[in-house]
């Protein structure tokens, strides 16, 4: 759900950098040949991926979700030249598409595919993560959070994605609705662990900041 209307949408893409032409190509690819490719941030949120990595410029990133792969390069233009990023994705079908663009890219020797469920993964991960973008299945978020804040080098920042999920978190939740009441908790985790410093952010779906304090 995007909560501007499309009139102040356009105005805010128009009055942002312009989408690179790799990004371009990835967004119409996936549009004519992915299933649900409103699952990929797109241009305003792509930029403001981008350019939280360039104010941060961290040396290790990880992505939870890959989808694509817009959102890892995004992230990847604030890698500095001996940066690596890791992104997780539990289903291949996405890697032939991955592979055409990030080989296409110049970070595409500093990005790391991984192809398994993400809290397979994240274990064998190193410690000393600067930025995390957790934008995968909901019903696990708090399960990455436990699972990357000890990896995480104090300062790091993690940006965690549908946050707002539809505008569900504010209305009355029905009893069966796990994915809603999951991201509730998760908000209020953000906002209260004494480890983070959190703002969300009411961008398209909703994008938390939480800083992890040194
Ligand atoms: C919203 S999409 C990611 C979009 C991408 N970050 C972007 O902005 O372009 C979520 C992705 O998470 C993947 N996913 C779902 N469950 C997962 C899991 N347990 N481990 C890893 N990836 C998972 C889905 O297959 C999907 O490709």
């Given at each position: 759900m995007h909560f501007l209307s499309a009139d102040l949408q356009h105005y805010a893409e128009a009055h942002s950098q312009a989408e690179p032409p790799l990004l371009a190509a990835l967004s119409r690819e996936t549009?004519?040949?992915?299933?649900?490719?409103?699952?990929?941030?797109?241009?305003?949120?792509?930029?403001?991926?981008?350019?939280?990595?360039?104010?941060?410029?961290?040396?290790?990133?990880?992505?939870?979700?890959?989808?694509?792969?817009?959102?890892?390069?995004c992230l990847a233009e604030g890698?500095?030249?001996?940066?690596?990023?890791?992104?997780?994705?539990?289903?291949?079908?996405?890697?032939?598409?991955?592979?055409?663009?990030?080989?296409?890219?110049?970070?595409?020797?500093?990005?790391?595919?991984?192809?398994?469920?993400?809290?397979?993964?994240?274990?064998?991960?190193?410690?000393?993560?600067?930025?995390?973008?957790?934008?995968?299945d909901k019903k696990n978020y708090l399960n990455y959070l436990e699972a990357i804040l000890p990896k995480m080098r104090p300062g790091g920042v993690i940006l965690s994605d549908n946050v707002l999920w539809s505008g569900k978190v504010v209305e009355a939740v029905k009893d069966n609705d796990k994915h809603t009441q999951i991201l509730m908790e998760y908000n209020q985790r953000l906002a209260t662990d004494p480890r983070l410093e959190t703002v969300l952010l009411p961008i398209r779906d909703g994008i938390s900041l939480a800083r992890v304090k040194g």
């Open positions: 549009h004519l040949r992915v299933l649900q490719p409103r699952m990929l941030s797109g241009l305003l949120q792509g930029r403001l991926l981008s350019l939280l990595s360039k104010l941060l410029s961290p040396s290790y990133i990880v992505e939870i979700g890959t989808f694509t792969g817009y959102a890892t390069l890698l500095p030249p001996e940066g690596v990023l890791h992104t997780i994705e539990a289903n291949e079908e996405y890697q032939p598409i991955q592979d055409k663009y990030f080989q296409q890219s110049p970070y595409h020797s500093q990005i790391v595919q991984h192809f398994a469920p993400a809290l397979e993964v994240l274990p064998s991960l190193p410690d000393g993560i600067e930025l995390v973008f957790i934008d995968a």
